[in-house]
């Protein structure tokens, strides 16, 4: 990083939980947050230049996510040091239900897909240039879901998940020789306002016994964007309490 230089974050997803503290750690760091959202900005969100560094985006649908690129690139000074693919969908069914691959409707998967998987290299491919100058990093949110059947996440979020653990190496060999770093991070159970009833069942059996907090997950993001990982990528890094193990 140039001496003085502020770095500059894309992060997706950012109006809750994970992306929410996610959004709140890099700017305690002096970073400055461009955010993604579907929704408008909420004046409410507690960072500074919130407003005017927000894109307003639906990133289930292909062509609003391939526009906004030339919204986005118009943010920048042609350099951007992360880029956080961190918005994610998992339907449910009636009354909270898990969809299974016996009752998930052909547009419900394709939605999710676009969102949580096509959304990611959407992105990538088209700030290549500038995730290239600044030699910066990506970060993909995937899930404990993708290695394994869960309880609750259904079946179009976790395949959608696996797929982009594997788009993280695909993308961490294509993108390496122009000094930009792809790592995923695979969160367990985490306190937010959307856990599952029943979760309090899955922690009784981790190693650690407790949800994990966003913010823990964000400080890993934060590593794994910073100078303290320069020698890391095409990993996928479990945060989890040893839900994996």
Not at 126 to 139: F, H, I, P, S, T
């Amino acid at each position: 990083m140039m001496s003085g230089e502020q770095r500059t974050l894309l992060l997706t997803g950012a109006s809750r939980g994970i992306g929410h503290a996610t959004v709140k750690r890099f700017s305690a760091g002096g970073w400055r947050v461009l955010t993604c959202s579907r929704q408008p900005f909420d004046p409410r969100c507690p960072w500074p230049g919130g407003e005017e560094n927000h894109i307003q985006v639906d990133l289930a649908d292909p062509e609003q996510t391939i526009a906004a690129i030339e919204t986005i690139r118009s943010k920048l000074d042609g350099r951007l040091h992360a880029l956080v693919n961190n918005a994610g969908i998992s339907p449910k069914g009636p009354g909270g239900s898990r969809l299974s691959t016996l009752d998930t409707d052909l547009r419900t998967w394709g939605h999710v897909f676009h969102v949580n998987f096509f959304a990611p290299v959407v992105l990538a491919r088209g700030l290549k240039d500038e995730l290239a100058a600044a030699k910066g990093a990506v970060v993909n949110v995937t899930s404990i879901a993708g290695s394994r059947v869960h309880p609750f996440a259904g079946a179009a979020y976790a395949t959608s998940k696996a797929a982009l653990a594997a788009l993280t190496r695909e993308m961490a060999h294509d993108f390496g020789p122009m000094g930009v770093r792809v790592n995923a991070i695979a969160p367990g159970e985490v306190e937010t306002s959307i856990l599952s009833p029943g979760t309090e069942k899955i922690v009784e059996s981790l190693p650690l016994r407790r949800l994990g907090q966003p913010s823990e997950v964000a400080d890993v993001i934060w590593f794994l964007c910073s100078d303290q990982s320069s020698y890391v990528t095409g990993a996928e890094i479990e945060v989890n309490a040893g839900q994996h193990v």
